[in-house]
C-alpha cells in the first residue's frame, strides 16, 4: 500500500470511533450492527456480548465486511473506509486488558459510565484484520476511489 494513502487511512481510523460490522447469520443472509472500536495501526477491535448473535456468527465464519463513516449535512464531504476483514476473538488475557484501557480514551468527552467496565471475562472481544481497504469518501479526505489489498508480510 502506498504511504499516502496508508497515513490517509489511519487519519480516518483515528477520526472516528464507529463502524458498522457484517457477519453471516446461519442462514446465509448477513447481519450489520453498530460497534464502538478502537485501533492500533490497521488493526481494529471491538466487543460485543459472549453469546451475541454476532459472537455466534463470528465463531462459525471470521470473514467481515465493514465500514466506518461519519454523518455530514454536505454529501462532497462524505469520508469512510470500507474493509474486508477476518475478525478473530482475542484470547490473550493482557491483549484484551489493553484494549479496554484503550476503549474509554476514546470518548474523552463522555460522562463516566453508570456501571463498570466489563471485564475480559464478561465480553468477546475481536481483533479485526483487514484483508481489502476501500475508500468511501466522496472526494475530501482521499481524493481518489481506493482499493487496496493489506500487505501483512513480515518486512
Known amino acids: 500500500m502506498d504511504e499516502a494513502i496508508g497515513k490517509k ?37 471491538f466487543l460485543c456480548g459472549l453469546d451475541s448473535q454476532k459472537a455466534k456468527n463470528l465463531a462459525r465464519d471470521n470473514r467481515i465486511s465493514l465500514t466506518i463513516d461519519n454523518d455530514t449535512a ?14 478473530h476473538a482475542v484470547d490473550d488475557r493482557a491483549e484484551a486488558e489493553k484494549v479496554l484501557r484503550m476503549l474509554p480514551l476514546k470518548y474523552p468527552e463522555a460522562p463516566p459510565l453508570p456501571m463498570k467496565m466489563p471485564t475480559a471475562d464478561e465480553i468477546r472481544l475481536f481483533r479485526v484484520t483487514p484483508t481489502v481497504i476501500s475508500s468511501g469518501a466522496s472526494c475530501s479526505a482521499i481524493s481518489s476511489p481506493l482499493h487496496a489489498p493489506v500487505d501483512r508480510r513480515p518486512r
Not at 454536505?74 to 475478525?87: D, E, R
Request: charged share 10%; proline share 4%.
Open 74 to 87: 454536505n454529501l462532497m464531504a462524505i469520508t469512510g473506509l470500507s474493509m474486508a476483514a477476518h475478525a
Open 9 to 45: 487511512i489511519l487519519a480516518l481510523l483515528d477520526q472516528h470511533r464507529i463502524m458498522t460490522v457484517a457477519t453471516l447469520r446461519p442462514d446465509g443472509w448477513p447481519q450489520a450492527t453498530t460497534v464502538g472500536y478502537v485501533n492500533e495501526g490497521l488493526t481494529l477491535y
